[in-house]
């Protein structure tokens, strides 16, 4: 009802290190997908590091999240080539946006620009903080592979509750469409990305 | 709110544009979907808005919202149930007619593939309503069922450490605490999750726009689907199933489920297997995740799942486990693994670990001691410091303890006493290891187990040991502690003489019974002993060869010297004395009191001795005065020169015995008894020390040493009493015996073929395998009808087994004959290479006979003759010793009792019935004691037989003799 209204945002600290930050991020991803994606799927599931996580099998989808990752990653070389001496880590943020189709108000008057009269409302973003650790000596690694076991667990089932716990912000479903909720995964988005690009205005 | 203003112009659309779309993939999917779901399918499609909505509808929900309410009230359980299990179990797919494509249900959304095997156990809330036929709540529980396992599988649960706790055994507990259980779990199963979907009451009457409404319900209830798929991969049973279907689990770790009707009052107090800790642990053993609430029209849409946090579970090797705690050397471990097995658990003794023995085998105390020894070892230990010597200490008490009971039962006060002296001496030697203790240990046993019986006590203690040892699975371990032990008995059988004391008391006995006999019998007995001990104790082991004669022999020794009828009065004198002291101080009391008397009375100790020796001496004089007279003489030969005297002993012993085999079917067998007689008290030196070097020599045979070592030590106590002077005495008797030793032989007899190898490699075998399992197993068959018949069928398959072991113990003791003959300055003088040779295996032989005296003298008189033959004789004698223990034991113990008992059977048991047969007519013209032994033998023959008693006795004695065993190594 009220279009403008700012729409939750819940933030997810992922951890990882080179070599299974695709892995969890695919699983994370996977994991809101899998609540937010609201076509008929047939659940498939993957291993990532101890946990079992669900996945959709929707090729655009598992295309869309595989480019992000991967230009998570080469951001995260190129930096950490750049930043060595950064020390903790590197971090990036993606953003998850789920929009809802509205039917303009006013109509007419975008109508050429929007299509159909239509418009996409942001109605939820995930935004997950992800760190990418690089472990040197073993002792390193084991505590990094703990603490990215602990952090999946903690953003899984954050986003379990969080699914589980706020569902009248779900847009109402009015179309048939394979996707009701049109979505976007955003590498880096300005603070105030989405407000400027879909904003008000 | 949006809905309502779109609703009727998206519906639209949707319904002429995409519909086509959307309804005709749908179409696609009937034919495979449910003919329920297809509705709902259609109805929903993608778009829950789909439904169209009429605005006439507003004023009462229409039939067909209804309708579809139904169908979600309906699907919101039988789809949760359908999600949930399918991440824990393998559910069969149902296909549609006349397609083999499995059937998906694509309820909420989620597809997954419908299966019909919940179809009726779900019959309730399939169809249900929102109104008139309220679901009520669905409650599926996963569990792992127990009953799977078979005898030698324990399910265990790992707790954040990796220790291993027996589920069973925590079940048992939480049951006991709470009699009342809830009906949904039995009384072997663990629940692992408990999951709960439900539809609340709802106060509300439906709304009147229920079908704009249900479109956000369906919507909503996608998420919680997709979130209850989630978490049911969260959980610690789906790692668990997910693991175990990798490994190819145990069906024991299958997860299973049930379906259940909740009650509203669901939630009682009730302690169920699902809350139950299985183990002590500062975690939680359940948590509780709630997937919210879904409001509907027709009431609050819940789900929750109530699961244990730790699903590791395993399903282990009951030895193993065992084992494993008593590597862990974890009192509390064992507390918990034996009370879980053996429900019945009985708590004889003060250790832990006895108590969950004896639970499983209640006919066999030995195994309990045995483990009881072990949780000594480990318990005790510590604070002894030393823990062998704790070791031997469990054991004397262990045989004590059991002696009393079995031997009061089934064996007489004769075979007891017999089996006393060598459980003494070993309990001497343990004692003087330990110190003062020990010896109080040693004493209170014998004036328990005389009562009780002797022989059962001193067998049982040593069987303890070697089960303990092989069953422990700590082989290495109890190797080694026997090997401490034996070191350590050693040492102290020099001090066992004082040690011997107890003995007395248990001769005293004895001496009420046959105090003439005695007196003879004690007299060449002593003397032999006296031989015995002074060559042995004077050579090398003195103490250990000793210790296992020590009581006997010592006692002997001294008694020797004594005029018998003065030392029989002193013996009554001391056995009063000591009666009371044993009947008024045990174990602690018992160790101080036996260190006083002890300390006090050497000349007590000599005289106890002299009893023991005496007891022996009547026993065997009942069974021939002859025999024993020469055997004395043959002794008394000996003793004046040790070493020459063994070897001459021996020699005489052989000559003598060869008459008598021709009696007995095994003709080296009664030549041996004759030789073993005179030779017994060689081959007991020679056996001790050979034991000694077996067990440090080779760990790996550490089991058979063990078993070796208990076989020497009973025979070198029995072979000096019984077995000769009754063997060669009364042929009648001896044939009886000789019947009975052959009849065991000649039904084991392929088992038999290697007793040695039975004994020793059942011991071996079945201990370090069977043990815990074995012995459960054993307990069961025993506590069967049959169980003569299974252990003997065990004992085959063992000795089948065992055979490849067999040899390596065969030569082990052939390597141990000889060792002890080097070692043992006394009996490697006394007897020639050859009679070394045969010595060492007289000594197993004996060692497994040795126990029962008369077997010993059988065995060993055979081992003699055949070992002075040939090795293979060894392995005959092996196989006598064997047999005769096989048959007593084979019948009831053959598993736990088979290490023991049939060591025991061969040592004490056989010769012991040799000697009660041959003893018997004289015996019941004499005394109780005849009956008794008369009894005793009974039950050995019985054993033979198959006699529930003689089985019994069989396995009592058998322990009591192994323990006579380790006493002698010790």
């Known amino acids: 009802m009220e279009p403008r209204k700012t729409p939750p945002e819940y933030f997810l600290e992922i951890f990882a290190d080179t070599t299974t930050v695709r892995d969890i991020l695919k699983g994370v991803l996977n994991l809101i997908f899998f609540h937010r994606y609201f076509p008929s799927i047939r659940p498939t599931t993957f291993d990532v590091l101890d946990f079992t996580l669900p996945a959709i099998n929707d090729e655009d989808l598992e295309t869309l999240i595989e480019s992000r990752i991967s230009a998570l990653v080469r951001q995260h070389s190129s930096s950490a080539a750049s930043a060595q001496e950064g020390g903790g880590g590197v971090r990036g943020r993606i953003a998850v946006e789920f929009y809802e189709k509205r039917r303009r108000r006013s109509g007419i008057w975008f109508g050429g620009l929007a299509g159909k009269g239509e418009e996409e409302v942001c109605w939820e973003v995930w935004n997950l903080d992800v760190t990418i650790a690089t472990p040197r000596t073993e002792s390193e690694r084991a505590k990094v592979r703990k603490a990215m076991e602990n952090m999946l667990q903690k953003a899984a089932l954050k986003i379990l509750a969080v699914v589980n716990r706020e569902k009248d912000h779900i847009p109402p479903i009015t179309t048939s469409d394979s996707n009701p909720f049109p979505y976007r995964i955003v590498l880096n988005p300005r603070s105030d990305g989405w407000q400027n690009r879909f904003g008000l205005y | ?970």
């Open chain 2, 1 to 970: 709110m949006h809905q309502h203003p779109r609703s009727p112009a998206p519906t639209a659309p949707t319904s002429s544009a995409r519909p086509n779309s959307s309804r005709s993939r749908e179409l696609d999917y009937r034919p495979n979907s449910p003919a329920v779901d297809v509705r709902v399918q259609n109805s929903r499609g993608l778009g829950i808005e789909a439904e169209p909505v009429s605005p006439g509808q507003t004023a009462q929900p229409a039939k067909e919202a209804i309708a579809k309410l139904n169908q979600i009230i309906s699907n919101y359980h039988t789809k949760a149930a359908l999600i949930i299990l399918h991440s824990r179990v393998e559910l069969p797919p149902s296909f549609n007619k006349g397609s083999d494509t499995p059937r998906v249900n694509r309820w909420f959304n989620v597809e997954v593939e419908d299966t019909d095997v919940l179809r009726e156990q779900l019959r309730t809330w399939r169809t249900c309503d929102a109104t008139e036929n309220r679901p009520p709540p669905l409650i599926i529980e996963t569990y792992l069922d127990t009953k799977g396992l078979t005898n030698n599988q324990t399910l265990v649960a790992l707790d954040e450490n990796g220790k291993r706790w027996d589920v069973l055994e925590a079940l048992a507990a939480s049951q006991q605490a709470h009699p009342v259980r809830p009906p949904s779990s039995s009384s072997d199963d663990v629940i692992l999750e408990r999951w709960r979907v439900e539809l609340g009451d709802t106060p509300n009457k439906l709304p009147v726009d229920l079908g704009s409404i249900l479109p956000t319900i369906y919507k909503k209830s996608i998420v919680l689907f997709r979130s209850l798929f989630t978490y049911s991969k969260f959980l610690p049973a789906w790692k668990f199933a997910k693991r175990n279907g990798r490994l190819r689990a145990n069906p024991a770790l299958r997860i299973k489920y049930r379906i259940i009707t909740g009650c509203a009052n669901q939630q009682s107090s009730k302690p169920d297997h699902l809350t139950m800790p299985l183990y002590e642990t500062s975690s939680k053993v359940v948590e509780t995740y709630s997937f919210g609430v879904t409001e509907s029209p027709a009431g609050p849409f819940s789900a929750q799942v109530t699961y244990r946090t730790s699903c590791d579970f395993r399903v282990d090797d009951s030895e193993a486990l065992l084992s494993s705690r008593f590597m862990g050397a974890d009192d509390e471990i064992f507390r918990p693994s034996l009370p879980t097995r053996v429900v019945d658990s009985k708590v004889p003794h003060p250790e832990v670990g006895s108590l969950p023995q004896e639970r499983r085998t209640v006919e066999d105390p030995d195994p309990g001691r045995a483990y009881g020894s072990l949780s000594t070892f480990h318990q005790v230990g510590p604070t002894t410091s030393a823990s062998p010597i704790s070791a031997l200490r469990a054991k004397g008490e262990s045989g004590t303890s059991s002696p009393s009971s079995p031997g009061s039962s089934s064996r007489k006060a004769m075979t007891i006493a017999k089996a006393s002296p060598v459980g003494r001496a070993a309990v001497l030697a343990s004692e003087a290891s330990a110190g003062v203790v020990r010896r109080p240990s040693i004493s209170f046993q014998p004036f328990k187990a005389p009562p009780l019986s002797a022989s059962p006590s001193l067998v049982d203690p040593p069987l303890p040991s070697p089960r303990s040892a092989s069953g422990a699975h700590p082989p290495p371990s109890m190797a080694a502690s026997i090997r401490k032990s034996f070191p350590a008995v050693q040492d102290n059988g020099l001090a066992s003489p004082s040690t011997a004391s107890p003995r007395p008391a248990s001769i005293s006995r004895y001496s009420s019974a046959f105090s003439h006999r005695r007196g003879r019998p004690s007299g060449g007995i002593n003397k032999l002993e006296d031989d015995n001990s002074s060559g042995k104790a004077s050579a090398t082991s003195s103490a250990q060869p000793g210790s296992g004669l020590l009581a006997e022999a010592t006692g002997t020794s001294a008694d020797s010297i004594h005029a018998d009828d003065e030392n029989i009065s002193d013996f009554l004198k001391m056995l009063d004395l000591r009666k009371d002291l044993l009947n008024t101080s045990q174990s602690a009391t018992l160790d101080t009191t036996a260190r006083r008397t002890t300390v006090t009375s050497a000349a007590l100790t000599r005289f106890q001795r002299m009893r023991d020796s005496n007891a022996a001496l009547s026993d065997s004089m009942s069974s021939s005065l002859l025999l024993q007279r020469s055997s004395n003489s043959s002794s008394k030969q000996l003793s004046g020169v040790p070493p020459m005297v063994a070897g001459t002993s021996i020699s005489t012993a052989s000559s003598p015995g060869k008459p008598i085999s021709p009696h007995t079917p095994h003709t080296p067998a009664i030549p041996s008894r004759l030789s073993s007689n005179s030779i017994v008290d060689y081959n007991h030196t020679e056996v001790n020390e050979v034991v000694l070097p077996q067990e440090h020599g080779s760990p790996l045979h550490v089991n058979t040493s063990d078993e070796t070592l208990m076989e020497h030590g009973p025979s070198i106590v029995n072979p000096i009493d019984i077995p000769t002077s009754p063997r060669l005495f009364p042929p009648a008797y001896r044939r009886s015996s000789s019947a009975a030793h052959r009849r065991r032989t000649i039904a084991v007899d392929d088992d038999e073929i290697f007793p040695f190898n039975r004994s020793v490699s059942l011991g071996a075998e079945e201990r370090s395998n069977v043990s815990l399992g074995a012995l459960h197993r054993q307990h069961e068959y025993e506590n069967s009808g049959p169980p003569t018949h299974r252990a003997q069928r065990e004992t085959r398959p063992l000795s089948l087994n065992e055979d490849p072991a067999v040899p390596p113990t065969s030569l082990s003791r052939e390597q141990g004959s000889h060792k002890g003959v080097t070692p043992g300055p006394t009996v490697g003088s006394s007897s020639s290479s050859h009679h070394h040779v045969y010595q060492p295996r007289f000594s197993h032989s004996r060692g497994r006979g040795s126990s029962s005296g008369h077997h010993s003298l059988s065995s060993g008189s055979s081992s003699l003759a055949r070992g002075t033959a040939i090795p293979p004789c060894l392995a005959e004698r092996e196989r006598d010793g064997n047999g005769s223990g096989s048959n007593s034991a084979t019948s009831a113990m053959e598993d736990r009792r088979g290490i023991g008992q049939r060591p025991s059977a061969g040592r004490g048991g056989p010769p012991q019935s040799a000697q009660l047969e041959e003893d018997e007519p004289l015996l019941f013209a004499m005394s109780d004691f005849g009956a008794s032994r008369r009894s005793f033998e009974e039950g050995r023959h019985g054993n033979h037989a198959h006699d529930p008693s003689g089985n019994v006795a069989g396995s009592r004695r058998g322990s009591g003799r192994r323990g006579g065993g380790f006493h002698v190594w010790s």
